[in-house]
């Protein structure tokens, strides 16, 4: 059984998850500009063994939007907000796609004592080019000016694999649908965000977390030979490359991608669960 929870944070703010299941928890991070429902079929197939979560960053799906600007930083307090409410203080293992994976990097610098185990799906721990930051810049005053979706659809051929576009109809509408709702407020801010991220890659020896990285063979803004490079400076690692999948393969390939996340998370919680 799935529940749509909201819990307010102690400035007002109201931040919307998604819990399901009973067990280990695993903290599930959605990319942009999605939300929630990317996990959709997480949510199903992983809950029969593990606590999901999987929270809406500010603005994006049902929680509430944020006027001013914030940082990657906030969202991981945000995190551990919602950690602390929902883990019941346990370690949990935090898996984060793209812009998720970007937060999850940022929840390690400030919480690893609270991580079984780290996900990077689909993301790298750079700073952005400059030639980056502007067009995340432009793209967040095209928003505001033209709305989500003059914003937003010139991404779907980059989140998607060929494959994907032509041949699964349902996942593309569920893409679509996400990319609409998000308010052009959310698309704004999480730019402007991501624009002034930290880059993580002088510190991926000091990751000691054990880590799993995946990425897909057809992910053109994660690629494959960039990922295995970045993952190999990581000390506790192992990497997944998942066939025919593009940006996104919790949605495009979702029974490959379960398998390696479960078979990472067999290994993290190789002890048995008391609470079970
Ligand atoms: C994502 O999927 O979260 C985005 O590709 C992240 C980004 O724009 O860097």
């Known amino acids: 059984m799935q529940n749509s929870i909201s819990i307010l944070t102690s400035s007002?703010?109201?931040l919307n998850?998604?819990?399901?299941?009973h067990g280990y928890p695993l903290m599930l991070l959605h990319g942009f500009p999605l939300d929630?429902?990317?996990w959709k079929n997480q949510l199903g197939s992983l809950s029969s063994s593990?606590?999901?979560i999987a929270p809406e960053f500010r603005g994006f799906g049902q929680s509430s939007s944020e006027s001013g600007g914030y940082?990657?930083?906030d969202l991981a307090e945000d995190i551990e907000y919602v950690r602390?409410?929902?883990a019941h203080e346990q370690q949990i293992v935090l898996c984060g796609l793209s812009m998720g994976g970007y937060v999850a990097l940022e929840y390690w610098s400030r919480y690893p004592q609270h991580l079984a185990g780290l996900i990077l799906s689909n993301t790298n721990p750079f700073a952005d080019p400059p030639e980056t930051v502007q067009n995340r810049l432009k793209t967040a005053d095209l928003a505001k000016s033209q709305g989500t979706w003059a914003a937003t659809e010139p991404m779907i051929p980059k989140l998607l694999s060929?494959?994907?576009?032509t041949s699964a109809p349902d996942v593309v509408d569920s893409v679509k649908a996400m990319l609409q709702a998000t308010p052009p407020s959310a698309i704004a801010n999480a730019q402007q965000a991501m624009a002034k991220r930290q880059d993580f890659s002088p510190?991926?020896?000091q990751i000691t977390t054990p880590t799993l990285v995946v990425t897909s063979e057809l992910d053109a803004l994660a690629p494959p030979e960039q990922t295995k490079q970045w993952a190999a400076e990581l000390p506790n690692s192992s990497v997944e490359i998942i066939p025919g999948a593009g940006h996104l393969p919790p949605l495009e390939a979702p029974q490959a991608f379960d398998k390696a996340v479960i078979g990472f998370l067999t290994k993290v919680y190789s002890e048995p669960d008391p609470s079970r």
């Not at 998850?17 to 299941?21: C, K, N």
Request: charged share 15%; net charge positive; with cysteine.
């Open 50 to 52: 593990y606590q999901c």
């Open 36 to 38: 929630t429902r990317m």
């Open 17 to 21: 998850l998604i819990g399901a299941g």
């Open 203 to 205: 510190r991926l020896s």
């Open 162 to 165: 060929e494959h994907t576009l």
């Open 84 to 86: 602390s409410h929902m």
């Open 71 to 73: 940082s990657l930083g």
């Open 12 to 14: 007002g703010r109201s």
